[in-house]
């Protein structure tokens, strides 16, 4: 059994958002993760998100590969649309998704293994392309489900739970990511849910490719004293760029702060995210100094995190590719196929 049905009543004051639902509504069935995974609490996550969002739970279509991280979109969005693909092809199933139905909004969630490892030509074609989705990596430095191999985000000379030192240098996918052109950049860790709901939010409502490295601890294989992907190790060395709050399209804004203290950056869509910046030498628009200043961080031994990264006027792959509005799956046969005859005129103006 991979799964257990939640019981289905439930109070009948529960809060409703303004879409109709109550909480429960994003939940899916009970996680069958080992009690303590940083990945249950990114689902967690995922459904206050998409709660507070408004969405419907039928407007997100959300992807996986292999891993326990993989496995997750079970435990969320229940009502939602899902595929779980092969190992490491969450990225190419989810642009051929989005391709045909642009209207659906679309949530990537893979692993470190399945991301940096067999799926990293996918990860960094996705990234390059700019396709529109929310892309999580639930990153825990080891395969979990495979029972805790290091993967290539183990940082070299990490620890593994027997003793044995990890020799090989880490791939840092928030470096690739912006590096491959993502335009939206966030670290976070999973036992932050107050930093991750925002960020979240704000990759949901991203106009591009938006991508989100949460640390989330494998407290089976991965939790112990030379483990950088612990929870003792990443509390100790967070070190957050900024604390963002996430305020819908025409809310107004309440809170007052003194000039300087915040930045507020517009999306597309008319949402603003708003930066209380903690470290003031920290500017989360220059691609190429958050680069450095997270390289220089990261030598140091400390876990940068927080938005790190936003253009706000980003285009994605519909836009480089001037697809119709109309998502292609709502054409009938006549307008995808025009015929033999509309082919040999195509042909004979090429040659
Ligand atoms: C093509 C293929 N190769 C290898 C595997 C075996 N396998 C399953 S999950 C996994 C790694 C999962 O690691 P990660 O993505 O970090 O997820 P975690 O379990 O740590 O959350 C591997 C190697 C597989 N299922 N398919
Ligand atoms: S093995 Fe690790 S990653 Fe997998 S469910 Fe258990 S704690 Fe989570
Ligand atoms: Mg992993």
Same mark, same amino acid.
């Given at each position: ?5 939640? =019981? ?6 529960? #809060? ?7 909480? %429960?509504?994003?939940?899916? =069935? ?101 396709? %529109? ?86 407290? #089976? ?6 483990? #950088? ?29 003194? =000039? ?26 220059? %691609? ?23 253009? =706000? ?39």
């Amino acid at each position: 059994m991979t799964y257990i049905a939640k =019981p289905r009543m439930h109070h009948p004051e529960l #809060t409703r958002n303004k879409v109709g639902y109550t909480r %429960r509504d994003y939940e899916g =069935p009970v996680s069958t993760l080992c009690a303590g995974c940083g990945h249950d609490s990114i689902s967690a996550a995922i459904i206050q998100a998409c709660f507070e969002l408004d969405i419907a739970p039928h407007r997100v279509a959300k992807l996986s590969g292999i891993g326990c991280s993989s496995k997750t979109p079970t435990y969320f969005l229940g009502a939602s649309h899902g595929f779980n693909t092969v190992h490491g092809r969450m990225p190419s199933v989810l642009t051929g998704a989005n391709l045909a139905n642009r209207d659906l909004l679309y949530l990537g969630v893979s692993g470190d293994g399945d991301s940096a490892s067999i799926g990293l030509g996918q990860f960094a074609n996705a990234m390059r392309r700019g396709v %529109r989705m929310a892309y999580i990596v639930e990153n825990n430095g080891v395969y979990g489900l495979t029972k805790g191999q290091f993967s290539p985000t183990a940082d070299r000379g990490s620890k593994s739970k027997k003793g044995a030192i990890n020799r090989d240098s880490p791939v840092d996918l928030v470096g690739l990511a912006l590096q491959l052109g993502a335009t939206y950049v966030a670290r976070s860790f999973s036992g932050d849910k107050a930093q991750l709901v925002p960020l979240i939010k704000g990759a949901i409502e991203h106009g591009g490719a938006a991508f989100i490295d949460v640390i989330s601890p494998c407290v #089976t294989f991965n939790n112990h004293g030379g483990s #950088t992907k612990s929870y003792d190790y990443v509390r100790a060395h967070n070190e957050a760029v900024s604390r963002i709050d996430f305020i819908p399209q025409h809310s107004p804004i309440t809170t007052e702060y003194a =000039p300087g203290e915040v930045v507020d950056v517009e999306q597309h869509d008319g949402s603003t995210l708003r930066l209380r910046k903690l470290h003031t030498d920290y500017d989360p628009t220059d %691609r190429y100094a958050a680069l450095s200043y997270i390289n220089a961080h990261q030598e140091r031994g400390e876990v940068v995190t927080g938005l790190l990264y936003l253009d =706000p006027l980003a285009v994605d792959l519909h836009v480089s590719l001037n697809t119709s509005d109309t998502p292609l799956n709502k054409f009938g046969v006549k307008q995808l196929c025009p015929g033999s005859q509309a082919l040999d005129k195509i042909n004979a103006a090429l040659r």
